[in-house]
Nanobody, 123 residues
Framework: QVQLVESGGGLVQAGGSLRLSCAASGRTVSSYSMGWFRQAPGKERESVAAIRRSGSITSYADSVKGRFWISRTIAKNTVYLQMNSLKPEDTAVYYC????????????????WGQGTQVTVSS
C-alpha cells in the first residue's frame, strides 16, 4: 500500500506557474499508474493528468494540454505536476492518486488518494 502527500499549492496570479509535488511512501511510484485530479467548488472531481506505470505514456485533459506537465522522479519517489500559464478556472483542490492497474480509465480505477492541496489563481 502507498501513502501520498501533496504539496506545492498556493495563491498565484493568472499567467503564473506552480509545481505540485506528490510524495509517495510505502511503495515506489513506479509500481503504480499515477494521476492528478482536481475539484473546484460546486463541481465534480475531474482528471487533469496521468502517467502510466511504465512511465512512458502520459495523458492530459483538453483544458490543460500544453500548459500542464506530469512527471515522476523514481529516486525521490515523487510525482510532479508542472502548471504554467495558470488561469482562474484552474482554481481547485488538486489531488494525487495511484492506481494498481496499468491502464486506469477513470477516477474509479485509482485506489489510493492524497489529502489534496489548494491552488488558487487570481485574475
Amino acid at each position: 500500500q502507498v501513502q501520498l502527500v501533496e504539496s506545492g499549492g498556493g495563491l498565484v496570479q493568472a499567467g503564473g506557474s506552480l509545481r505540485l509535488s506528490c510524495a509517495a511512501s510505502g511503495r515506489t511510484v513506479s509500481s503504480y499508474s499515477m494521476g492528478w485530479f482536481r475539484q473546484a467548488p460546486g463541481k465534480e472531481r475531474e482528471s487533469v493528468a496521468a502517467i502510466r506505470r511504465s512511465g512512458s505514456i502520459t495523458s492530459y485533459a483538453d483544458s490543460v494540454k500544453g500548459r500542464f506537465w506530469i512527471s515522476r522522479t523514481i529516486a525521490k519517489n515523487t510525482v510532479y505536476l508542472q502548471m504554467n500559464s495558470l488561469k482562474p478556472e484552474d482554481t481547485a483542490v488538486y489531488y494525487c492518486a495511484a492506481a494498481d492497474g496499468s491502464y486506469p480509465r477513470g477516477e474509479r480505477d485509482y485506489n489510493y488518494w492524497g489529502q489534496g492541496t489548494q491552488v488558487t489563481v487570481s485574475s
